[in-house]
Each structure stands twice: as C-alpha cells, then as structure tokens.
C-alpha cells in the first residue's frame, strides 16, 4: 500500500479529516524547506504539497507568485527539490506531492521524471495545467514506478471530466473550491455542498478541497464536506512575512490550529 493510502486508511479509522499543507520548494531555500517540511509534519500536517517553482505560474494568485520567484531566485530547480525529498525519507515518512506545471517536467522527460522521483520518495504530482485527457504520457510511466498522477476538479468541470478524472486519476481528487487563481478568500462558496455531492456521487478517490481556504473556521466548514482540505496561499505568506525562528513559531501555531479545527 502506498504511503498516500496508508494515511488515509489511518485517518478514516480515526474519522479524522486530511490536512493538506502546500510550500513551495527553495523559498527562501532548499534547506529550510527541508526543515519546514519536518516541522509541518509535527504539528498536524498529513500531507505535503511541494510547489515546484515556475516562471509563469498562471493559475496561481500573487502570493505563490512571488514565492516562485524567490525559489527561482535561490536557484531551485527540480533536480534539487527531489534531493530534498531524498533526505527527508531518512527521517520521515509522511506522504509529499509535488505540485506544479507541466513545463519543467516536459523539459526533464516523464520517464526520467517518474523514475527519479519515485526513487527519492515523492508520492504523486500534480500538473496544474495537464489535463487528463492529454496526460497519457505521465500517467503510463507513473504508473509503472508507483507515482499517483492527482487531478483538478472544479465547479466548472462537466460530467466528462469528472469521469476522466475517476478513470486516470489516482492518490486523491484536488477539488477547487472557487474560480480564479490562489488566494486567501474571506468566505466560503455558498454552492460548495451542491458542487461537492456531486463530485463524490462519481469519485471513489478521495477528494481534498483546496483555494482560497485560509482560517481554521474555514477549514472546518469545509471539512465537514470534503475528504480533507488543502491550505496554501495562507501558508506561504507567512514565509514572506516571517523567517527564522519566528516563521518556526508563527508555522507551527498556524498549522495546529488548523490541524485542531478538522478534528
């Protein structure tokens, strides 16, 4: 069983909801990222989320945009995040996305790509702007080395998409919860419950909700719908606002709270 199933079937024995935490990999560096990842890990996070920095990141709003250019700025690059992910499986064996888009996997090459990161550890990925009628070329070779190739859902999504999704999809569903690019929002979509029921009417992964998700209310409110949820934007401000020990502190309060407000 993949590590990804594993903590799922872990959290369903405990009726507990998945806490999905996003950062982007080399913000401000590779080795703090290394470092949060731990510290994430300790105070709740069930799954992480690795950004892999891009020089157009279109559907992302202007936090995660200038996290990527700090990350580029540090000189990240993939061959390095998956060096990170490497060293964290000596110490960890939470489950690691890597999120992102499409061009710096094409630029390495999906066989290459799937080997080496199932290799170092990585779980999934998750390519923002890879649709699944068009990922045959990842999810063929991800599928031989044991990577889960995870999807978007959105409320604009038809019933097709929906069952390609189902169909190729494995790990969980990504589910967004708004229109638009990333961003902290104030409020929850008032059509959740509506869009949500209809997805896992034909989902049998389980679905994370994601965008816009910003307070520990908010985490609730949405994880009484979805299987977990995904936080984001909200985190990766705090590495522009904080560093150091104060990004330790401010990071870990954040995420227990979070952690607390599923439970």
Do not use: W
């Given at each position: 069983?993949?590590?990804?199933?594993?903590?799922?079937?872990?959290?369903?024995?405990?009726?507990?909801?998945?806490?999905?935490?996003?950062?982007?990999?080399?913000?401000?560096?590779?080795?703090?990222?290394e470092?949060?990842?731990?510290?994430?890990?300790?105070?709740?996070?069930?799954?992480?989320e690795?950004?892999?920095?891009?020089?157009?990141?279109?559907?992302?709003?202007?936090?995660?945009?200038?996290?990527s250019?700090?990350?580029?700025?540090?000189?990240?690059?993939?061959?390095?995040i998956?060096?990170?992910?490497?060293?964290?499986?000596?110490?960890?064996?939470?489950?690691?996305?890597?999120?992102?888009?499409?061009?710096?996997?094409?630029?390495?090459?999906?066989?290459?790509?799937?080997?080496?990161?199932?290799?170092?550890?990585?779980?999934?990925?998750?390519?923002?702007?890879?649709?699944?009628?068009?990922?045959?070329?990842?999810?063929?070779?991800?599928?031989?080395?044991?990577?889960?190739?995870?999807?978007?859902?959105?409320?604009?999504?038809?019933?097709?998409?929906?069952?390609?999704?189902?169909?190729?999809?494995?790990?969980?569903?990504?589910?967004?919860?708004?229109?638009?690019?990333?961003?902290?929002?104030?409020?929850?979509?008032?059509?959740?419950?509506?869009?949500?029921?209809?997805?896992?009417?034909?989902?049998?992964?389980?679905?994370?909700?994601?965008?816009?998700?910003?307070?520990?209310?908010?985490?609730?409110?949405?994880?009484?719908?979805?299987?977990?949820?995904?936080?984001?934007?909200?985190i990766?401000?705090?590495f522009e606002?904080?560093?150091?020990?104060?990004?330790?502190?401010?990071?870990?309060?954040?995420?227990?709270?979070?952690?607390?407000?599923?439970?």
């Amino acid at each position: 069983m993949s590590r990804l199933a594993t903590r799922f079937s872990a959290l369903q024995t405990k009726q507990s909801k998945a806490l999905v935490t996003f950062i982007t990999a080399g913000d401000p560096n590779l080795s703090t990222t290394e470092e949060m990842i731990y510290l994430l890990e300790d105070a709740g996070a069930d799954i992480i989320e690795l950004g892999v920095p891009f020089s157009d990141p279109m559907a992302d709003g202007p936090t995660i945009q200038l996290s990527s250019e700090r990350a580029l700025t540090s000189g990240t690059t993939l061959h390095g995040i998956l060096d990170v992910v490497r060293k964290v499986r000596t110490r960890s064996a939470i489950p690691i996305i890597l999120m992102g888009y499409l061009n710096p996997v094409h630029a390495y090459g999906y066989d290459r790509f799937c080997q080496d990161a199932s290799e170092a550890g990585v779980d999934g990925v998750l390519l923002v702007d890879m649709p699944p009628e068009e990922s045959l070329e990842l999810t063929v070779p991800a599928r031989r080395c044991g990577l889960d190739v995870i999807f978007l859902l959105t409320p604009t999504s038809d019933a097709a998409r929906i069952s390609a999704v189902e169909r190729l999809g494995s790990g969980f569903v990504y589910y967004v919860t708004v229109t638009g690019v990333t961003g902290a929002r104030t409020s929850v979509s008032t059509t959740l419950v509506q869009e949500l029921s209809r997805v896992k009417q034909t989902i049998s992964l389980p679905v994370m909700a994601g965008f816009g998700i910003s307070t520990p209310a908010q985490a609730a409110e949405v994880g009484c719908l979805a299987d977990g949820v995904v936080v984001g934007s909200a985190i990766v401000k705090l590495f522009e606002q904080y560093c150091g020990e104060q990004l330790k502190q401010k990071l870990s309060r954040y995420v227990t709270d979070l952690k607390q407000a599923l439970s």
